[in-house]
């Protein structure tokens, strides 16, 4: 007998800086689950749709924004966000 493995789909409501619209825009987080496995997360833009990577931004529950995830350039030291692997100020690479 098949049995189909039961999905779910988290969904959290708040508000991010959208990068297609250049703005602070509303938006839904969401994670989905299937079965013992992590299928997809992704943040999606209420006024254009936009999609961005779940994995990119960080919810704060006390002022209900999703805040971009940002590493230090270690040669410069200046803050980027977590989908590019090279340094917009001094434009050296990650990789």
């Excluded at 971009?68 to 917009?88: F, G, M, S």
């Amino acid at each position: 007998m098949l049995t189909r493995k039961k999905r779910r789909t988290d969904v959290i409501q708040g508000r991010f800086s959208c990068p297609h619209c250049e703005s602070e825009q509303p938006c839904t987080r969401f994670v989905q689950l299937g079965g013992n496995q992590h299928e997809g997360d992704f943040v999606v833009c209420a006024t254009c749709g936009g999609r961005q990577r779940g994995e990119d931004y960080r919810y704060n529950a006390a002022t209900g924004i999703f805040d971009p995830v940002l590493w230090d350039c270690p040669y410069c030291k200046a803050l980027n966000p977590n989908n590019t692997y090279w340094c917009r100020s001094c434009h050296k690479s990650l990789v």
